[in-house]
T-cell receptor
Framework: NAGVMQNPRHLVRRRGQEARLRCSPM?????VYWYRQLPEEGLKFMVY????????ESGMPKERFSAEFPKEGPSILRIQQVVRGDSAAYFCASSPRTSSYNEQFFGPGTRLTVL | DAKTTQPNSMESNEEEPVHLPCNHSTISGTDYIHWYRQLPSQGPEYVIHGLTSNVNNRMASLAIAEDRKSSTLILHRATLRDAAVYYC???????????FGKGTRLHILP
C-alpha cells in the first residue's frame, strides 16, 4: 500500500505566478489535510477536505489560497500570485477516519521557493 | 484547544533510553494523546497514541499519568536515526485537525 504521495517535491516560482501542489492520499482514505511549515517553524494547519467538500478551512489565508479534493484525482492546493512569504514546505496528510481517533499519514511534502 | 507543553530540546546518548515529557493539564476526558515525530527534511510520522492506559508498540512506549495531565514518550534504545522533533498532541472527535506545537528537538550523541 503506497503512502501519501505529493508532487512536485520541489517547486520554484517567480513572484506573481501560480503554484499548484498535488496530494494523492493513501488508498482507501477519503480525508485530506494540508499543513504549511515555514522555515525553522512548526507545522500550521491550513485546510481539511473530504471528497468534494471543504470541512474546515480555518487555517487558510483569506486570499490567493484555495484547495479542492475532487471525486476523481488528487487533492490540489492552489496558490495564486505567489509572494516570497509563501516560500515554505507544504505537507499533505490523509486519514481513513474509520477509528474514533485521528491518526494522520503524512506525505513527504512539497518545498515551494518563490524567487 | 487543549495545549501541550514540552521542553524545547533534549539530548541523549546512543543506545540509551530516552524519556520525552509532555504536560497537558487542560486535557478533557475524550482527548487522545498522540505523538508524532518529524525527521529532518521529511513529513511528520505517527509514533504512538493513547487514552488512559500505557501503550507499547514497535517504535516506542507511552506512559500516561493517572490524572492524564502529563505523559512520557519512551524510546527504549535510541539510535542516531531517532534524532528528530517530537510532537505531543491532543486530538478529539470534536476537531479533526492537528494543532502542532513547537515540539522537542531530540539530539542523539554517538
Amino acid at each position: 500500500n503506497a503512502g501519501v504521495m505529493q508532487n512536485p517535491r520541489h517547486l520554484v516560482r517567480r513572484r506573481g505566478q501560480e503554484a499548484r501542489l498535488r496530494c494523492s492520499p493513501m488508498k482507501g482514505h477519503s480525508h485530506v489535510y494540508w499543513y504549511r511549515q515555514l522555515p525553522e517553524e512548526g507545522l500550521k494547519f491550513m485546510v481539511y477536505l473530504q471528497k468534494e467538500n471543504i470541512i474546515d478551512e480555518s487555517g487558510m489565508p483569506k486570499e490567493r489560497f484555495s484547495a479542492e479534493f475532487p471525486k476523481e484525482g488528487p487533492s490540489i492546493l492552489r496558490i495564486q500570485q505567489v509572494v516570497r512569504g509563501d516560500s515554505a514546505a507544504y505537507f499533505c496528510a490523509s486519514s481513513p477516519r474509520t477509528s474514533s481517533y485521528n491518526e494522520q499519514f503524512f506525505g513527504p511534502g512539497t518545498r515551494l521557493t518563490v524567487l | 484547544d487543549a495545549k501541550t507543553t514540552q521542553p524545547n530540546s533534549m539530548e541523549s546518548n546512543e543506545e540509551e533510553p530516552v524519556h520525552l515529557p509532555c504536560n497537558h493539564s487542560t486535557i478533557s476526558g475524550t482527548d487522545y494523546i498522540h505523538w508524532y515525530r518529524q525527521l529532518p527534511s521529511q513529513g511528520p510520522e505517527y509514533v504512538i497514541h493513547g487514552l488512559t492506559s500505557n501503550v507499547n508498540n514497535r517504535m516506542a512506549s507511552l506512559a500516561i499519568a493517572e490524572d492524564r495531565k502529563s505523559s512520557t514518550l519512551i524510546l527504549h534504545r535510541a539510535t542516531l536515526r531517532d534524532a528528530a522533533v517530537y510532537y505531543c498532541i491532543l486530538t478529539s472527535n470534536r476537531d479533526d485537525k492537528i494543532i502542532f506545537g513547537k515540539g522537542t528537538r531530540l539530539h542523539i550523541l554517538p
